[in-house]
């Protein structure tokens, strides 16, 4: 099992481009999501989902948008980059339940010019 | 506003003695809390959880006490080991929305041989 599996692992982007990062996971679990690292800050939420087809916004979704077009896989957009959303990027993964134990993949690292 | 605190950036513990980290939370609401251990170019990994229902949960040598009365719970590793060199989140779940997890800051733990 390759559990949460992240592409890519580093990006340069200048301002305005796009880009998406694709999560993966094969352990069938049905929640995702999408956290942002920074100095100081902590893991904060940006995106998650429930369930296919389903997602929810955290506690800092702007400038982001995510698909779960299939059940292990879950995608974070960025559509116009900016220098704030310089930071390390990790998905996780759950089966949810009372302890919600959520296994995280390698992360991207993600810097905007 | 930051419902989980850890008010220690960084700790430092001689290799073979307790590191003793540190939580609060704020929301009353929050009724699972968990600890995360990550090493630098990593993703975050389950350690160590409690229910609220409990005061003390131990797995080896990692120890979480809760303090409802205090919102306040530590994780104490004893003995400590130059492996335990990472940076440690602390983590809440409320019993609304369980599918969410509220992360500290992080503590930054070093133990010197």
């Known amino acids: 099992n390759a559990g949460v599996t992240q592409t890519p692992k580093f990006r340069v982007l200048k301002t305005g481009q796009s880009m998406t990062l694709l999560c993966a996971q094969d352990?069938?679990?049905?929640?995702m999501y999408w956290y942002r690292q920074d100095p100081g800050m902590g893991l904060r939420l940006i995106h998650y989902s429930v369930g296919e087809g389903t997602t929810a916004k955290g506690e800092v979704p702007d400038g982001y948008n995510v698909s779960r077009l299939k059940k292990q896989n879950f995608l974070l957009g960025l559509e116009s980059a900016a220098p704030s959303q310089t930071s390390v990027y990790f998905c996780?993964?759950?089966?949810?339940?009372?302890?919600?134990?959520?296994?995280f993949g390698p992360g991207t690292r993600l810097t905007v010019l | 506003d930051q419902q989980v605190k850890q008010n220690s950036p960084s700790l430092s513990v001689q290799e073979g003695r307790i590191s003793i980290l540190n939580c609060d939370y704020t929301n009353s609401m929050f009724d699972y809390f968990l600890w995360y251990k990550k090493y630098p170019a990593e993703g975050p990994t389950f350690l160590i959880s409690i229910s609220s229902i409990k005061d003390k949960n131990e797995d080896g040598r990692f120890t979480v006490f809760l303090n409802k009365s205090a919102k306040h719970l530590s994780l104490h590793i004893v003995p400590s080991q130059p492996g335990d060199s990472a940076v440690y989140f602390c983590a809440a779940i409320s019993n609304f929305g369980n599918e969410k997890l509220t992360f500290g800051t992080g503590t930054r733990l070093t133990i010197i041989p």
């Open positions: 352990m069938n679990h049905e929640y």
């Open positions: 996780a993964s759950s089966a949810g339940g009372v302890n919600n134990e959520q296994f």
